[in-house]
């Protein structure tokens, strides 16, 4: 087994002067929950050994943010363009294709596509919050996967999913 930790970027900014939806940069908040993730992440020892994100604005601002405390190294983040109006099925061919040597990933993205993967990844059904969102900005899911190659729809265990206002300020 490995972890798949799936981090939805962090809260956006809609009142900017942004030429696109690709160019929307983090709110307020998401500058404040974003590096807040990155130090839970690091205290519960869930450090990937490679994040992909998407390479939209606020992806990579959340990406920047969440590495403040995890600190891996330039070559063990990979900006993915494809990963902005992507689809699940993609981002599962993705990972089937990683080395096998990588006990734990992360992908940084969007929703809905997110929140789609998780559940198809869930080999349980997964429990809707009484607010709906799943994948809130700024929340981490943390999977258990088979092996990359192996990884398949219904495959994976959800352990753990949590919001920034679960955080401790």
Known sequence: MVELLILRHAKSDWANDAQSDFERPLAKRGLYDAPRMGVWLKSQGLIPDRILSSSAVRTVQTTEQVNAALCLGDDQIE??????????????EVLQGLPRKLKRVMIIGHNPT????????????????????????????????????????????????????????
């Open 79 to 92: 900006f993915r363009p494809d990963f902005y109006e992507t689809t699940p099925g993609h981002l599962i």
């Open 114 to 169: 997110l929140e789609e993967l998780l559940l198809i990844l869930s080999e349980n059904p997964v429990p809707a919050p009484k607010d709906g969102k799943l994948m809130a900005t700024a929340t981490v899911a943390v999977m258990d996967v088979p092996n990359w190659p192996e990884m398949e729809p219904g495959t994976a265990q959800l352990r753990l999913l949590v919001r920034p206002k679960h955080l401790p300020d």
